[in-house]
């Protein structure tokens, strides 16, 4: 069985976009591969390393995003980044054959340092983090957003790189998996749903917080009479309705009456409210399950267990390559 890596820094909450783009793959291929969902607390610090008792909460409460979509801790392991030590040793060994000037050339780190405004080591660093973890694990298939591809390049060369090297194959190559919605714009209609643009539907939200951000949609804001023709282009509420809802036909008849009047905004927003709440309601009821930090904690036990012995494999005969073992 192939092994498959993915993880997500505890930032912040999970919202809509990551459970099209990323968490629902998660779940229907935890059980093709042998799975590890890394909860990225290392690679978090870079860049809110001012703020660690937030990222430790936020860390414990993606466990709970986590399983309460359906990532199963017996099918799959649940493990904290900072919780083996050996991909510490692994990055420090991949930063010696990174070079700088081609690290800053990487367009997702560019893009982030630009939006970020930081400039400290770690946070320049860490595709150096990441690639140890991909390395490290020795894992083949990474589901990820498409913004994050330049990462799985750069992780490949740093891998061929040094099994050329050193004439061995202790690196194995990985792949991205891309899922078919790899961006969902936000609320607001700006181009993605981010939590610093304070644009989200976060997966714990109440229905009612739901239905206030949805009522706060634009639509088209020339349609103000239920019998005037409405425009479906930019219309923020058709964009979410054309994702979201399980009855297309229907919705495109019901988009074929708004543009020649007769269907009220209202209307649109009721069946999108309708549709998101019941595509959240069960992962909201499995999460009011998930009040017992012991039973968490245990969960993380269990994949630092799990993980260490699968990345001790691998990190082992690459430390040997380079330190005298005592
Ligand atoms: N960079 C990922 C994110 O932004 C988190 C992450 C850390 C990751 N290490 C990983 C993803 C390894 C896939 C594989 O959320």
Known sequence: MKTLLSGDRPSGSLHLGHLL????????????????????????????????????????????????????????????????????????????????????????????????????????????SQAADILGFGAEVIPVGIDQTPIIEFTNTLAKGINQHFKTTLLSPCEALLSPVSRLKGVDGSSKMSKSMNNCIFLKDSADEVKKKVYKMFTDPSHIHVHQPGKIEGNVVVYFLDILDPRQAELADLKAQYQTGGVADIMLKNRLVDIINARLEPIRAKRKELNDNAYLLNILKQGQADSLSKINKVIKPIKELFYLSL
């Open 21 to 128: 783009g990323s968490l629902e793959a998660r779940v229907s291929l935890q059980s093709q591969f042998n799975s590890y969902f890394l909860i990225a607390d290392i690679q978090a610090h870079t860049d809110n390393y001012l703020r660690p008792e937030e990222i430790k909460a936020f860390a414990l409460d993606l466990v709970k995003d986590y399983i309460s979509v359906g990532i199963n801790p017996s099918l799959s392991s649940i493990v904290l980044q900072s919780s083996l030590t050996p991909l510490l040793e692994l990055t420090q060994i991949l930063s010696h054959f990174t070079n700088l000037n081609h690290l800053k050339q990487n367009p997702t780190l560019k893009t982030e340092l630009a939006q970020r405004k930081v400039n400290n080591l770690s946070f320049l660093s860490y595709p150096v």
